[in-house]
């Protein structure tokens, strides 16, 4: 979709409005379920996930969100200016994209295609989830492929422990400056997702654990939720870092 800033007539506040492509007019699958879906996020307030204000269709076509303007860059942006992140940087913002993805599964909205582009960074160095619930049915894969689980390159629906997995591929690109797992095709990439061994060893040793288990072949062998994932990933910054890491 075609992004621009806007002003609330109302409120006279900063917006961000998301027209979405012209080509998902005709697509009734998607568009159902994402009314579900945005009448969910509406409901959502939480400091990690950018607010959601509204979801409008016009008669005759085309379709926009409105949601709050952020006043930062993508994490996209960030890891390619700068490379790693550093453990710490990259813990926080694991904890981050986590408090998100557990307060939109909560409410049973799914990311389905989480990429370092649809993390938002702010001022305050929080990362901040958008574009929730985007990725039409069957394309999640293809929307973040760098980041898809092997699960979704099979077709299956996207589900929390894909996102599970997704995070766990944003962590580990912020500690190192690239992806886990690379190919120079789309089935060479799926191949490798489903069975390249898991990078670990490239991460600093008290991270692995967390890389292991969130890049986890199976979904049943990640954590069970993005809840349970921040316990792990706080206590692993602890053990490593001391209870002041943060």
Known sequence: GR???AVDDVTQTKVAVKYLDRRLDGDETFLSRFRLAARRLAQIEDPNLVDFYDFVEEPRGGAAIVMEWVDGVTLRRVVDA???TGPLAAL???GGVLVGLAAAHAKDVVHGSLRPANVLVDTEGNGRLVDLALAPPGSEAQGGPLYAAPELWEGAPATPASDIYAATA?????LTGRPP???RSQSALAKAHREAPIPADDVPGPLRDLILTGLAKKPSERP???????GAVEEAAVAAYGPAWE
Do not use: H, R
């Not at 944003?170 to 912020?174: A, D, N, S, T």
């Open 224 to 230: 069970a939720s993005a809840a349970d994932f921040l």
């Open 3 to 5: 992004v621009v800033l």
């Open 82 to 84: 700068q490379g790693p």
């Open 170 to 174: 944003i962590f580990f690109e912020c």
């Open 181 to 183: 797992f690379s190919g």
């Open 92 to 94: 926080s913002l694991l």
